[in-house]
């Protein structure tokens, strides 16, 4: 729908044909005709704005009540996120986060209140609130219902605040995958014993991918190795058949999808731990088992 804006000159010009309104009183009249207009058309526009609808997430429901729930995204508008929470009885939240450069993972406590605002803290080495999250699970048709929980839960967006200076960035995340596990020990269902060692395992590996150190790469990787190109499965044997096709495999394309995934709080299961959205599997010393190509 097209709105015309008010004719102004229009207005004034039949104000001026009245000999019994004062020139002041036409101004008076004009003014309050415009601001009249003007705030019809901005009450009409703003009912037809799109708006984002908050959504309910129930922590009780079956499909995600004391399992772990990894959602992934953007802290701002070039840090990616990867967040994992553990919701329990009475609204109750545990959750770690992580970014690309982390080192560590973030310990975050907090609650879900009217299953749809998410309140979450972080705290520093001696114990005191550092920083928070609030945000709402809020609608959003789009998401893969694949996923396996209901649309109410899939989509969480925000502010993050910095207890410390005030700064408050925005975040948007989406439910990436629910599993089983315990959220300070994510990899067992893999074999891993300890998941920090394949966390550098899997730091190590990315960051070679984007200095392009071909060595350390090809170092990575356990052989032989399992390569999806070109719709095909391609097994490498050894460094040397890797580095042969290593232009072909690690693409621009490619060496951008790893760099935005987080080496950190990766997805598990019995085959495997996962960095990005199945881009790379590592087995649970750390190697690389396979690459993905898509």
């Given at each position: 729908?097209?709105?015309?804006?008010?004719?102004?000159?229009?207005?004034?010009?039949?104000?001026?044909?009245?000999?019994?309104?004062?020139?002041?009183?036409?101004?008076?009249?004009?003014?309050?005709?415009?601001?009249?207009?003007?705030?019809?058309?901005?009450?009409?526009?703003?009912?037809?704005?799109?708006?984002?609808?908050?959504?309910?997430?129930?922590?009780?429901?079956?499909?995600?009540?004391?399992?772990?729930?990894?959602?992934?995204?953007?802290?701002?508008?070039?840090?990616?996120?990867?967040?994992?929470?553990?919701?329990?009885?009475?609204?109750?939240?545990?959750?770690?986060?992580?970014?690309?450069?982390?080192?560590?993972?973030?310990?975050?406590?907090?609650?879900?209140?009217?299953?749809?605002?998410?309140?979450?803290?972080?705290?520093?080495?001696?114990?005191?609130?550092?920083?928070?999250?609030?945000?709402?699970?809020?609608?959003?048709?789009?998401?893969?219902?694949?996923?396996?929980?209901?649309?109410?839960?899939?989509?969480?967006?925000?502010?993050?605040?910095?207890?410390?200076?005030?700064?408050?960035?925005?975040?948007?995340?989406?439910?990436?995958?629910?599993?089983?596990?315990?959220?300070?020990?994510?990899?067992?269902?893999?074999?891993?014993?300890?998941?920090?060692?394949?966390?550098?395992?899997?730091?190590?590996?990315?960051?070679?991918?984007?200095?392009?150190?071909?060595?350390?790469?090809?170092?990575?990787?356990?052989?032989?190795?399992?390569?999806?190109?070109?719709?095909?499965?391609?097994?490498?044997?050894?460094?040397?058949?890797?580095?042969?096709?290593?232009?072909?495999?690690?693409?621009?394309?490619?060496?951008?999808?790893?760099?935005?995934?987080?080496?950190?709080?990766?997805?598990?299961?019995?085959?495997?731990?996962?960095?990005?959205?199945?881009?790379?599997?590592?087995?649970?010393s750390g190697r690389v088992i396979a690459l993905n190509r898509s």
């Open positions: 729908m097209i709105f015309t804006a008010p004719d102004v000159d229009g207005v004034r010009d039949s104000l001026k044909t009245s000999r019994r309104v004062s020139p002041l009183r036409s101004r008076l009249v004009a003014r309050s005709v415009i601001v009249a207009s003007l705030s019809t058309l901005t009450l009409l526009l703003t009912a037809l704005a799109p708006s984002m609808a908050r959504a309910d997430c129930d922590p009780a429901g079956r499909d995600i009540a004391n399992r772990l729930m990894t959602y992934t995204g953007q802290l701002g508008e070039r840090n990616p996120l990867r967040l994992v929470l553990r919701p329990s009885s009475g609204g109750k939240l545990e959750g770690r986060y992580a970014n690309a450069s982390s080192l560590s993972d973030t310990y975050l406590t907090g609650k879900l209140e009217n299953k749809s605002r998410l309140h979450l803290t972080e705290f520093d080495a001696g114990g005191m609130p550092r920083a928070t999250f609030e945000g709402d699970f809020t609608a959003n048709d789009d998401v893969n219902r694949q996923r396996g929980a209901a649309s109410s839960c899939e989509v969480i967006s925000g502010q993050w605040k910095d207890l410390r200076n005030g700064r408050s960035v925005p975040f948007e995340l989406a439910l990436a995958s629910i599993q089983s596990g315990k959220i300070d020990h994510l990899y067992g269902v893999a074999g891993v014993s300890d998941d920090d060692t394949l966390n550098r395992a899997a730091t190590q590996f990315r960051k070679g991918v984007l200095d392009d150190r071909r060595d350390v790469v090809a170092q990575s990787m356990r052989y032989p190795l399992r390569v999806s190109l070109h719709g095909k499965t391609l097994m490498l044997r050894n460094p040397k058949s890797l580095l042969a096709r290593y232009n072909e495999i690690f693409t621009d394309a490619y060496v951008r999808t790893i760099g935005a995934a987080v080496p950190r709080l990766m997805f598990a299961r019995d085959q495997g731990v996962m960095l990005g959205e199945g881009a790379v599997w590592f087995d649970a």
